[in-house]
């Protein structure tokens, strides 16, 4: 077993857990490979939170499967948030997978693979003293390093799979996510992002989220810190003092409503009402100016009626979300929605997501173009994907910005005048532009 292809699907903790992957499994002295035809191993990173995402994976199975009938000698492995579900996969007749391992089983990776090359092998124990704090995950270099500082989560709203496939909050130790950060730092990472299923619910020892963000305050070589993504139950005083305090807390939150309707609220478990979410955001406007906030919200979910959703839709109206990501409610087995009868239809549930994604595109350009004319600091992160001669990189309130490209190297932070606008992006140019080396004139 020398070679590896692992592929993710999901969230950015996801991300963050394949690279953690990737460095357990370098240190086995296993290496990563570009394409599944030069591994001997393929590992899918995979993610339950919604039906259409497990269906992808089990389509990409399907390309493994062929693939593996032409090799039978490859292991064909699941990791991540589907493992729980396919466990019984391993035991079908014409097996395509070899080994199902869950979050918590990362450590024991490179032991599973040889395993599983002899025989179906799964370990999807959920552990709920694993953080993997000691081990240092093989990062992509770039601008951005994400830092999972939590794992699990207590909240159990009752439509989402995520505390059963991944277990229980637990939170790294302070010290070891400061020594995380000063590595990501030495290394190049000029921005930070704390990731965690409830992430301002962080404490550990007498050490709460607004300590954490003060304590990564000070590291040397960081540019911005942000975080993804907290809970508007744990969104203290204590954490929004520290946002408004540290300078490198950059001034965006994205902070997941799910409804505006207080009854919806109730049957999701969210343990806050629309009035408690005002109160939040009010908190966190007045604390920083100009902040920019996101969300994530549902439609459709179960004995959600016309009158629920105009809520959601006249609260959009209220409170101008920078951006937002919606979705149409799914039942995932396990949660305690999924034994609800779904009251709204599929059209129905279709209907009202265009409904909140055509207002949310509307208030989104709305914003975007009172941006026209202003100036914004930007990160720069590199070239453009069409390399049309235009660099990109994230605005404070982490809108994408792209401008001509002056020359500035990524990590570098430049001025940008906006002079243009889409309800996604941000169209500028450089006002502070690094100076060309002075012109050498001869004779005179
Ligand atoms: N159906 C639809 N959306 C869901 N989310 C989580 N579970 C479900 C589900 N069963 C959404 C929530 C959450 C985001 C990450 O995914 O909006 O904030
Ligand atoms: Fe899922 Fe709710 Fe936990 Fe977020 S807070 S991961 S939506 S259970």
Redesign the pocket.
């Known amino acids: 077993m020398k070679t590896v292809f692992l592929e993710t699907y999901g969230?950015q903790m996801n991300v963050a857990d394949s690279e953690l992957m990737a460095g357990v499994l370098e240190r086995a002295g296993m290496a990563l490979v570009d394409r599944p035809e030069d591994a001997d191993a393929v590992i899918l990173n995979t993610c339950a939170?919604?039906e259409h995402a497990e269906q992808r994976v089990l389509g990409r199975l399907g390309d493994f499967a062929r693939l593996k009938a032409a090799n039978p000698e490859l292991v064909v492995g699941v990791a991540g948030c589907m493992a729980q579900h396919l466990r019984a996969k391993l035991l079908e007749k014409r097996r395509v997978l070899d080994l199902v391992v869950g979050p918590d089983g990362y450590r024991r990776l490179p032991e599973l693979l040889r395993r599983a090359a002899a025989a179906p092998v799964a370990d999807v124990r959920l552990d709920r003293d694993e953080t993997y704090g000691d081990l240092e995950p093989r990062r992509e270099r770039g601008v951005r390093a994400w830092i999972t500082v939590q794992r699990g989560c207590d909240k159990f709203?009752t439509?989402?799979?995520?505390p059963f496939t991944r277990g229980r909050e637990r939170s790294l130790p302070l010290a070891d996510l400061v020594r995380q950060v000063e590595r990501a730092a030495a290394g190049g990472c000029r921005e930070i992002v704390f990731l965690g299923q409830t992430v301002n619910s962080w404490r550990h020892g007498d050490d709460d989220f607004a300590d954490l963000l003060r304590a990564a305050n000070e590291v040397d070589g960081v540019l911005r810190l942000r975080f993804t993504?907290p809970h508007p139950s744990d969104m203290t005083d204590r954490v929004v003092a520290a946002m408004a305090e540290c300078g490198k807390v950059m001034p965006h939150v994205h902070l997941?409503l799910?409804s505006a309707s207080d009854r919806v609220l109730e049957a999701m478990n969210r343990t806050y009402t629309l009035d408690g979410y005002r109160d939040v955001v009010r908190r966190l406007r007045a604390a920083v100016p100009g902040i920019a906030l996101s969300t994530?919200?549902?439609a459709g979910f179960p004995g959600e009626t016309e009158e629920d959703h105009r809520r959601t839709v006249d609260y959009m109206r209220e409170v101008r979300w920078d951006s937002a990501?919606l979705?149409?409610?799914?039942?995932?087995p396990d949660?305690k929605?999924f034994r609800w009868p779904e009251t709204v239809s599929e059209d129905e549930k279709g209907r009202r997501l265009t409904e909140l994604i055509e207002l949310q595109h509307a208030l989104s350009g709305e914003i975007h173009d009172a941006l026209v004319g202003t100036e914004e600091e930007v990160l720069v992160e590199g070239r453009g994907r069409r390399d049309d001669g235009q660099l990109y990189g994230k605005s404070r309130t982490f809108r994408t910005v792209v401008f001509g490209d002056d020359g500035s190297a990524p990590g570098t932070l430049r001025r940008v005048r906006i002079v243009g606008a889409t309800p996604v992006t941000l169209i500028g140019e450089s006002v502070d532009a690094p100076r060309p080396e002075p012109l050498v004139t001869i004779g005179g």
């Not at 979705?327 to 995932?332: I, P």
């Open positions: 969230c939170i919604r709203c439509y989402c799979v995520v993504s997941p799910q994530d919200l549902i990501f979705f149409k409610y799914s039942a995932r949660t929605a």
